[in-house]
């Protein structure tokens, strides 16, 4: 492992993409910032512009105007980025499978490197879903 | 070579550096602490700018060569700013004259280079941020040299760093007389002064330029990797140079390293308390803020430094 991933994996700065969610999973995520879990701890802040992203967060499920955009987003980001995928909509589109507005779930749009299901997910298993990611790409 | 040593290592770019990211992390932490959380490990700082370092970076399509050089710009005049600094406080003797002016010009650079990097990379929101940038600097930079200006009639019109620290050491502080009495043109150019450094540093009242809720990083938000860590490594700088510059202007009577360093904790804890306790201004209540009561307080400073309070 190289000083690059290592240093990576020190400071994640976190880009929060919503593609049409309830706003359930995106309020947890906001909980991560809290006192409570502070995700500080571990070097990971929200930043306010995609250049300067290392992880995109994706909640909700993609429609065909956001499929677009979260496409346009990924390429718009440096790499290397990591995309995770939070919440069940993000995971596998749940109860929206069929729905006539959603074409594909968002591993079709964009290469996800963890999934984090529930619905909405605990704060502690987005910090689970966390040191799985660090240990990933310990792993590269 | 000794100019380059001293540019490049100890006063300068190395240990001024090292400085600014620690500061950077107690600026930081003690933010995490107000708000009740716990905060990031101290090398948090280090590690942000190695990986950056290590990121892709992203040219807009379109963006014009000042894209790239302007974060350069910025370090470079910083860094020589730290050194001027740092040199004077260890032989105040050997500085020349005129380093003031040099000092206060080169201080303009970093704003500057955040406005011609950003106003070059073609983003909507980073044209937002850069007219914002342009009118605070039209703003604080008024008052800070007005403050100067009175720091210069205390020191019996010298405009050289090293001779305002000789003024101190033999007649006290700039902020009390020489009779040991608080000095009131002192204080006011301090608290101008304190004011204009926390909005010189981008810090909270005073971060329009780069809102991250509003307008997405503002000025950085076409930056990326290797730029964007330059600029993060020229406000870390500035966050160690800009304390020191208010210390020399108006702490100088004792530079000993452990004095210097008590000093150099205050005005941190300063600048961190304003940061926390206030929301950020809009850009006309920041340029009403420095142009009215800052000026008219500065200009005070001034009058009460003619008259030799």
């Known amino acids: ?140 | 070579m000794k100019i380059l040593f001293h540019y490049l290592i100890f006063p300068g770019f190395l240990f001024a550096s090292c400085m600014g990211l620690i500061a950077g992390w107690v600026d930081r932490k003690v933010t995490a602490r107000v708000q009740w959380r716990k905060g990031p490990p101290w090398y948090q700082n280090f590690v942000d700018i190695i990986k950056l370092l290590g990121k892709e970076t992203i040219l807009p399509e379109g963006a014009k060569n000042t894209f790239l050089f302007a974060p350069f710009l910025g370090l470079l005049s910083v860094v020589l700013v730290a050194t001027i600094l740092g040199l004077s406080i260890r032989f105040p003797l050997e500085s020349f004259v005129g380093d003031l002016i040099v000092v206060l010009y080169l201080l303009t650079m970093p704003a500057i280079a955040l406005i011609v990097g950003a106003a070059s990379s073609r983003n909507p929101l980073a044209s937002i941020g850069v007219s914002r940038e342009m009118k605070l600097v039209l703003g604080y930079e008024l008052p800070f040299i007005l403050a100067v200006i009175a720091i210069i009639i205390k020191s019996k019109g010298v405009i050289q760093i090293g001779a305002i620290i000789n003024h101190q050491i033999n007649f006290g502080s700039n902020i009390f007389l020489p009779s040991g009495w608080v000095s009131p043109a002192g204080v006011l150019a301090f608290v101008v002064a304190i004011f204009c450094m926390q909005a010189k540093l981008g810090l909270v009242p005073f971060d329009m330029s780069e809102a991250e809720q509003e307008i997405m990083g503002g000025t950085l938000i076409e930056y990326s990797g290797l730029p964007l860590a330059m600029f993060k490594l020229t406000k870390a700088l500035l966050l160690y140079t800009l304390p020191l510059f208010m210390i020399i202007l108006f702490l100088g009577k004792d530079l000993s390293p452990a004095m210097l360093i008590g000093k150099y904790v205050l005005l941190l804890v300063i600048v961190v308390l304003i940061r926390n306790t206030n929301p950020r201004l809009r850009i006309d209540q920041a340029l009403r803020f420095f142009w009215g009561p800052m000026t008219f307080l500065a200009g005070a400073a001034v009058i009460l430094a003619i008259l030799g309070l």
């Open chain 1, 1 to 140: 492992m190289n000083l690059r991933f290592k240093a990576l994996t020190k400071s994640i700065w976190v880009f929060h993409a919503a593609c049409s969610p309830c706003n359930n999973c995106d309020i947890e995520i906001l909980d991560l910032l809290t006192p409570r879990f502070d995700v500080e701890r571990l070097g990971m802040i929200l930043a306010g512009s995609i250049r300067h992203a290392d992880a995109l967060l994706v909640t909700g499920v993609p429609n065909y105007k956001t499929k677009e955009r979260l496409k346009k987003l990924y390429s718009q980001a440096p790499k290397p980025c990591v995309v995770v995928a939070v919440g069940s909509c993000a995971c596998g589109r749940v109860m929206f499978k069929d729905s006539y507005n959603s074409p594909c779930p968002v591993d079709e749009v964009v290469p996800v490197d963890v999934y984090i299901p529930g619905c909405p997910p605990k704060p502690e298993a987005m910090i689970a879903g966390v040191a799985k990611l660090i240990k990933k790409l310990k792993g590269k």
